[in-house]
């Protein structure tokens, strides 16, 4: 049980966007310069993390959510729309302000889908694994940026794969969601960066 609670923890979705971003500079070939992936990154951390966090954080001070894991629809509400926006607008901003990062600017736009799914399934009383849709959309965008440079990232791919099937696990443990809950969120994160690559780019 302690496992799993570290597994969740670790790897709570609000960590896979910036993990995203440092993955893309990593992975994809030097067409910006380090102080322009720096402030990039940046933007995202503070965009993606901080504010988040702080909004969380809020949140459990007002009494509007329990915990930082939002068990209820109702508590997920909220901070789903939130972040739905503010991915979106990343999304935005990276694509016609900065515009040479257009894979990670249409991977914000497929996180702000995903979320925008999740929401609109709440109103069918669909509760959505958000750990495994995050992981999900990252197992997407390293496979949209293995195919559009033409990277075999399968190595990459395989371990994101066994940390789905990790987290999900642990998911599971915790009776945090039911089965079916976990393999829409994954469906979800992964087809949405699919979805919007194949759409856009």
């Known amino acids: 049980m302690q496992f799993s609670k570290l597994i969740s923890f670790v790897f709570h979705p609000i960590i896979i966007p910036i993990a995203s971003a440092l993955l893309y500079f990593i992975l994809i070939p030097s067409h910006i310069s380090k102080d322009a992936s720096y402030r990039i990154l940046g933007l995202i951390f503070i965009a993606t993390y901080i504010l988040p966090v702080i909004l969380l954080f809020f949140l459990k001070q007002t009494k509007l959510i329990d915990d930082f894991y939002l068990k209820s629809i109702n508590e997920r509400k909220f901070p789903i729309t939130f972040f739905a926006i503010l991915t979106f607008l990343l ?44 992981i999900a959309g990252l197992i997407g965008f390293i496979s949209v940026i293995s195919y559009d440079y033409k990277n075999n990232l399968l190595p990459i ?43 856009f780019l």
């Open 91 to 134: 999304g935005k901003l990276l694509l016609h302000k900065i515009g040479v990062v257009d894979l990670l600017a249409h991977s914000f736009f497929a996180c702000s889908l995903a979320l925008g799914v999740v929401y609109v399934l709440f109103y069918f009383k669909i509760k959505t694994s958000l750990h495994t849709l995050a």
């Open 157 to 199: 791919l395989i371990v994101l794969f066994i940390l789905v099937g990790v987290v999900a696990a642990a998911r599971l443990k915790l009776k945090a969601h039911t089965l079916s809950e976990v393999i829409l969120g994954f469906v979800v994160g992964f087809l949405s960066q699919i979805l919007v690559y194949a759409y």
